[in-house]
RNA sequence: GUGGUCGUAGCUCAACGGUAGAGCUUCGGUUUGUGGUGCCGACGGUUGUGGGUUCGAGUCCCAUCGACCACCCCA
């Protein structure tokens, strides 16, 4: 029989223990700091009909950069490589039903068909925050804060990291006053956001336009705008939701077509970490694709294996931690239903309990225990079942207490706080 | 998709073109109701895979797969 590999596919992850746990460790997070703000959780299914992508982007992303198939039904299918569409889309479906504004948020995985690299998978997980059915400043704001708090329960300070925001509407104003058809400022917006990495951002620029004093006013009246009313109003906003560190970059675009007004992108204060940790902004016109109305929409999306980088770099992860709190040593045979018993009365209290039936002796199920860091240890034997009375042990001191019964849940959740 | 660097035990790495090794991990023992340190031992490999050159290939050449880096792209 061939052997099947052990190796993952190609640009996924598997999830050992200690990895699922630092998983939830930030999911936990986005989930608490969304519902904080009185957003409610929604999910849809990881396929979605190809048409929905296709309809919104362009033909060469759908056919390169999805996991994109034909169904036994000869539907065209595709692994969703982004959530906005989905919402978008479920939104629209019931924009009768639903009361706005709506404060939606999600944490699920995605696929997009790309060289995997480091920061940069096949599959990767991103909460999705969105905020629709308002066009006002006030909503920008909050979508801005609920990112600015997340990076905050992760104990990040103000100092390491900064928002940078800016506004397709004051971009376009200067595109505008320039005389820039406005075939051409799609383009210049997707140049004007590669220009930190281009060292001959002039040059193209000039290229693209077609005319250098053209390139180079646009490059001198992009530099000299520093804010506006909108963003300094925004900056008033933050303030009063405990956000001081958002600075305005005209250099933010956010690449793609469909925003319409305020975007924003987060980033690591430390210079050895350029990448952008998250980002979004204001879609006021994606829902319109799906007829019907126009909905006005703002949200953002953090991606799991930037923030793991991020609290890596920062040292803010957490030490791994399994979920069960005790593990009974099964002294000898005769002791294993006394043991599956007392296991059993833990657990209706609440207690996350494992049995250690190995019939090994009570120094190696003790030695397994810390291995698997498991906080504490009771040793099931004749003694214990004849008194009636357990010994505590916690491992990481070397403490032991002795206990009746009914009180060792007490006693453990005093200990785990 | 294009270009580059690299693939040896579960992990980190040795080995001049000449018999594939060490540390850590895992498992067992250290004589049996209490772990972490010692000490002893074992498991573990078609050197990513497939070809080629050579008396002989982990080492050189080609292809392929994978990881990483720079592009592309970043919804």
């Known amino acids: 029989m061939k052997k099947v590999s052990t190796e993952s596919y190609k640009g996924v992850r598997d999830f050992y223990p200690e990895d699922q746990f630092i998983q939830r460790y930030l999911f936990e997070h986005m989930e608490r700091v969304c519902e904080l703000f009185g957003y409610e959780e929604y999910n849809a299914s990881i396929l979605e009909p190809t048409e929905m992508y296709r309809a919104k982007t362009s033909e060469e992303i759908i056919n390169e950069e999805t996991y994109s198939f034909i169904d036994r039904g000869d539907r065209e299918v595709t692994l969703r490589p982004e959530m906005t569409p989905t919402v978008a889309r479920m939104i629209a479906g019931k924009s009768r039903e639903i009361p706005f504004p709506a404060r939606w948020y999600s944490i699920q995985n995605f696929f997009r068909y790309q060289k995997p690299q480091h920061g940069r998978l096949r599959e990767f997980w991103q909460l999705n925050a969105d905020l629709i059915g308002v066009s006002g400043v006030e909503a920008d704001a909050e979508i801005i804060a609920v990112a600015h708090d997340l990076v905050r329960s992760f104990g990040a300070e103000e100092r390491d990291f900064e928002i940078r925001v800016s506004d397709r509407r004051l971009v376009d104003s200067i595109f505008e006053a320039a005389g820039v058809t406005p075939e051409l400022r799609a ?26 004093g053209l390139a180079l006013t646009l ?10 009313a909108y963003l300094e109003e925004l900056r008033l906003l933050l303030a009063q939701m405990g956000v001081g560190n958002m600075i305005v970059d005209t250099k933010i675009t956010r690449g793609f077509d469909y925003y319409t007004g305020m975007v924003f992108e987060v980033f690591d204060t430390d210079p050895a970490n350029r990448r952008s940790m998250m980002g979004g902004g204001r879609y006021d016109n994606l829902l319109s694709m799906f007829g019907g109305e126009s909905i006005p929409a703002v949200g953002f999306a953090m991606g799991d294996v930037v923030a793991k980088d991020f609290l890596e770099a920062h040292n803010l992860l957490p030490a791994y931690a399994p979920a069960t709190e005790v593990m009974l040593a099964v002294v000898e045979k005769d002791s294993l239903s006394h043991a599956l018993r007392l296991a059993h009365d833990l657990r209706r209290e609440d207690v996350c309990v494992s049995v250690n039936f190995s019939g090994k002796r009570v120094g190696d199920q003790i030695r397994h225990a810390d291995k698997m860091k498991i906080p504490f240890v009771i040793a099931v034997g004749t003694e214990e079942r004849t008194t009636g009375r357990y010994t505590l042990k916690t491992l990481s001191t070397g403490v032991e207490i002795t206990l009746p019964a009914d009180r060792i849940a007490e006693h453990l959740f005093g200990a785990l706080g």
Do not use: H, M, Y
Request: hydrophobic content about 35%; charged content about 35%; cysteine-free.
């Open 187 to 212: 383009p210049i917006t997707r140049l004007l956001d590669r220009r930190a990495k281009l060292e001959n951002f002039a040059d193209e620029l000039t290229t693209l336009v077609g005319d250098k």
């Open 219 to 228: 490059i001198d009246q992009i530099d000299r705008t520093t804010s506006s």
